[in-house]
């Protein structure tokens, strides 16, 4: 049934692309179908773990799936941002330079991120893997840049080529691709164990943006187009985070590590995972606060944010995995909503410059609202539901005594006030410029994203429990202890969260507060542009808006600290040089450089031959 599915769908993506030619925005209607079908379909294989599903063979080899707990949880995250961000491509899809290609490449690209997570074997998991890695890559430069398409290219086949050496290693090794079976026999090659850990981890931090690979998320997700950067974060960037679960949890690399130097109580091989995603931490949140543009803040906040993923998923405790695989959900839902605001924006306005922006609360106060769930819930802050992701991940590294990890993730928990609250102040906040007085909120189509992503953030911040039971059972299946629950309430080694409690409390202030604000007498209303300089004209209101260089005596702190943009940039430099030599030495128009050559070649032939 499954691989019927996935058949069936590859021809709807193909027809779309048909239908397209003809109408553009009916293809663009049909993502909305699709998606959405493909979402309700999915959700019926909830409970089906095990089951094998064929899709073809050819010779020895098979292209087959498998269903599992871990691989329905990600999947369905996948889907549902796909089917939501697709209520938006029917209002942008008429800017694209190939609108056909965008809504096929859209649809392939979610199966194809869903036919890599049922993987039965390695070697369907790297051709779905690609697959969604070179349709994403083609509708990448339908948005602002090529450029970005290239880094993204990159920084992709440092992970394709790793995965793809590690998977003929296995199976020169083992005789298999079947990812269980490997898993049972992978402890018989102890000598490649390091080797293996290194190249499959690899492909899942290149494509969760760890550091020093996440040069890529700001150039993708700040070029993309408005409606797949939402796609590149919230989902996209996901597949690394399944590689990294797949690595550190299913295949039995902890156990071929038990006898190797531990850091912390972790072999050093894990410990530098963790390292590196802590490091991604800090990193992401610096540079996020340092942006104007709000997309490529975004895609800092990603990089940040993946660290705690992947850092949650390492630990591999009960708390500490299960803090992780939740950061996978609450990410994806903060993340696309916070994308799928700045889009609204974008259309409205023209712009995700933030020094361009401003007061536009009171014309988009729906898009505004979803914004401000959407980075309450990054920042860590209850009642919504980043709050306990990221609340079990510090508890496990408490209870593991990892300070150095845990002083970085408070860092970064606290550095997103900072980038988060950017946006908010300078594009919703503050004073509306003159030329965005007659903006209107985005169509109701447009808002449906934003609706779905906020109630879920709401909902599963009071009742992380639903989905915390469900990773419960993701973590029996690993061989990880269950995490326990009982109701609302969370329990760990170190404490109880009661998240029902906080929320009445929450909500019980914020009545109190709405009392006190209603009771007392109201100030005057005024115009934005009310002139309060003593009767004196303002010839340039957007001055008043303070948006520029909102950070700037922060940044200065650490302006002048090493870059890895810069050092990838002198470094593409250099070989930009080398190649302008090369080019002008022998391949060069100028006959005397031919006849030069010529002379060279002759002569070392001569010398050889002498030799010889």
Same mark, same amino acid.
Request: charged share 10%.
């Given at each position: ?145 090529? &450029?970005?398409?290239?880094? =993204?290219? *990159?920084? $992709?086949?440092? #992970?394709?080529?790793? +995965?793809?050496? !590690? /998977? ?126 709000? &997309?490529?803040?975004?895609? =800092?906040? *990603?990089? $940040?944010?993946? #660290?705690?993923?992947? +850092?949650?998923? !390492? /630990? ?138 906020? #109630? ?157």
């Amino acid at each position: 049934m499954f691989a019927q599915l996935m058949i069936y769908f590859m021809l709807f993506a193909v027809g779309t692309f048909f239908v397209s030619k003809i109408n553009k925005k009916a293809g663009s209607y049909l993502t909305i179908i699709g998606s959405v079908a493909f979402l309700i379909y999915l959700y019926g294989f909830k409970d089906n773990a095990g089951e094998v599903y064929n899709l073809f063979s050819f010779g020895n080899f098979d292209i087959s799936f498998v269903t599992s707990s871990y691989a329905w949880y990600f999947s369905m995250i996948m889907v549902l941002i796909y089917s939501m961000i697709s209520f938006m491509n029917p209002f942008f899809i008429e800017k694209y330079s190939n609108p056909s290609a965008y809504n096929a490449f859209y649809l392939v690209s979610m199966a194809a991120s869903v036919g890599m997570f049922y993987s039965k074997d390695f070697l369907t998991l790297f051709a779905f893997y690609e697959v969604a890695v070179w349709t994403s890559l083609f509708i990448i430069p339908m948005g602002k840049s090529r &450029k970005a398409s290239v880094i =993204y290219y *990159t920084m $992709s086949s440092i #992970g394709s080529l790793s +995965l793809l050496y !590690s /998977i003929f290693l296995m199976y020169t090794k083992l005789g298999t691709f079947d990812i269980q079976e490997v898993g049972a026999q992978l402890v018989n090659i102890p000598q490649y164990g390091v080797l293996l850990f290194f190249l499959i981890i690899l492909s899942g931090i290149t494509k969760l943006g760890i550091f020093p690979f996440y040069t890529w998320l700001p150039a993708a997700h700040g070029s993309a187009p408005n409606t797949f950067s939402p796609i590149l974060s919230g989902a996209l960037v996901k597949i690394g985070g399944f590689i990294s679960m797949i690595t550190v949890a299913v295949l039995p690399f902890s156990k071929m590590f038990e006898n190797h130097v531990k850091i912390m109580g972790y072999p050093f091989e894990t410990y530098i995972i963790m390292i590196l995603a802590s490091i991604s931490i800090v990193v992401g949140t610096l540079m996020a606060i340092k942006q104007d543009d709000a &997309k490529k803040l975004i895609a =800092y906040s *990603t990089v $940040s944010n993946s #660290g705690y993923i992947l +850092l949650g998923i !390492s /630990i591999a405790s009960t708390t500490g995995f299960a803090g992780g695989m939740m950061h996978v959900l609450n990410h994806a839902l903060a993340s696309a909503a916070m994308f799928a605001t700045i889009g609204a924006v974008y259309y409205r306005t023209g712009t995700t410059k933030m020094s361009e922006l401003g007061g536009l609360i009171k014309r988009m106060p729906i898009t505004f609202t979803a914004y401000l769930i959407a980075i309450i819930s990054l920042a860590g802050i209850p009642p919504m539901s980043g709050f306990a992701s990221k609340w079990l991940i510090f508890q496990a590294l408490v209870s593991k005594g990892m300070m150095f990890t845990a002083i970085a993730a408070f860092f970064g928990s606290v550095g997103s006030f900072l980038y988060v609250f950017r946006p908010l102040s300078t594009v919703f906040l503050g004073q509306l410029s003159p030329k965005h007085n007659e903006l209107k909120e985005v169509p109701f189509l447009m808002q449906i994203p934003m609706w779905i992503f906020s #109630g879920l953030t709401i909902f599963y911040g009071i009742f992380p429990g639903k989905v915390l039971e469900y990773i419960g059972i993701i973590e029996e299946k690993v061989g990880i202890q269950k995490i326990h629950l009982e109701g609302t309430k969370i329990f760990t080694r170190t404490g109880m969260w009661d998240s029902a409690v906080i929320f009445w409390v929450f909500t019980f202030g914020f009545i109190i507060a709405a009392i006190i604000y209603f009771m007392h007498k109201k100030s005057k209303k005024v115009g934005l542009m009310d002139t309060y300089t003593s009767a004196e004209f303002i010839y340039d209101p957007e001055r008043y808006h303070y948006a520029k260089d909102y950070y700037a005596p922060f940044e200065r702190l650490y302006n002048t600290t090493l870059s890895v943009e810069k050092f990838f940039n002198s470094c593409v430099q250099k070989l930009s040089e080398f190649g302008g030599l090369l080019r002008t030495w022998f391949f060069n128009d100028n006959p005397v450089f031919t006849v030069f050559w010529v002379i060279v070649f002759i002569t070392v032939i001569t010398i050889w031959g002498g030799i010889l």
